[in-house]
T-cell receptor, first 114, second 109 residues
Framework: KAGVTQTPRYLIKTRGQQVTLSCSPI?????VSWYQQTPGQGLQFLFE???????NKGNFPGRFSGRQFSNSRSEMNVSTLELGDSALYLC?????????????FGDGTRLSIL | KNEVEQSPQNLTAQEGEFITINCSYS?????LHWLQQHPGGGIVSLFM???GKKKHGRLIATINIQEKHSSLHITASHPRDSAVYIC???????????FGKGTRLHILP
């Protein structure tokens, strides 16, 4: 069974641009969650989707948004990029609903803002 | 004060030693997760538990709900166990997940 796949692996953008990251969950998993990891703040929860609906959202500004498609694939979008958005963005999938299920993580997308 | 505290922050030990990493939390939870992150970023979920104890190979995780404390033990540690170990909790109030800062473990051969 293929694991969680995130694309692209690396991305370089400049301030003010926008970016879209993609996450394909494990086959059969319907829950996808997104996380930001920085050296200063560590791992932080962004949002969770289940069956194309956002179930939960962390404390991030509205520039961070996401969506989930009918095949459970998910995208995350960040608009008006700031230097502080440089981070490793991870997604995870699980078979059930909610974050009280084992999470299966992708390898992440490393985003650098110049 | 962080809602999830891990100790120690850094740990260096010799191969074969018994390792304990601690996690304390101050909120109501529905689950606690132990994660392992190797250099390069990939995260592996080691355990998810809401009570008692779980064992997988040389790894053991325990949780005490009354004391709001969990421990991750590694028996017969090996250099390949070198990684960052992260404790995370799923909040009972709103099902969000928050993370500890991680424990950086280095096992010397």
């Amino acid at each position: 069974k293929a694991g969680v796949t995130q694309t692209p692996r690396y991305l370089i953008k400049t301030r003010g641009q926008q970016v879209t990251l993609s996450c394909s969950p494990i086959s059969g998993h319907r829950s996808v969650s997104w996380y930001q990891q920085t050296p200063g703040q560590g791992l932080q929860f962004l949002f969770e989707y289940f069956s194309e609906t956002q179930r939960n959202k962390g404390n991030f500004p509205g520039r961070f948004s996401g969506r989930q498609f009918s095949n459970s694939r998910s995208e995350m979008n960040v608009s008006t990029l700031e230097l502080g958005d440089s981070a490793l963005y991870l997604c995870a999938s699980s078979s059930g609903t909610g974050l009280n299920q084992p999470q299966h993580f992708g390898d992440g997308t490393r985003l650098s803002i110049l | 004060k962080n809602e999830v505290e891990q100790s120690p922050q850094n740990l260096t030990a010799q191969e074969g030693e018994f390792i304990t990493i601690n996690c304390s939390y101050s909120v109501g939870i529905s689950a606690l997760h132990w994660l392992q992150q190797h250099p390069g970023g990939g995260i592996v979920s080691l355990f998810m538990l809401s009570s008692g104890k779980k064992k997988h190979g040389r790894l053991i995780a325990t949780i005490n709900i009354q004391e709001k404390h969990s421990s991750l033990h590694i028996t017969a540690s090996h250099p390949r166990d070198s990684a960052v170990y992260i404790c995370a909790v799923t909040l009972g109030r709103d099902d969000k997940i928050i993370f500890g800062k991680g424990t950086r473990l280095h096992i010397l051969p």
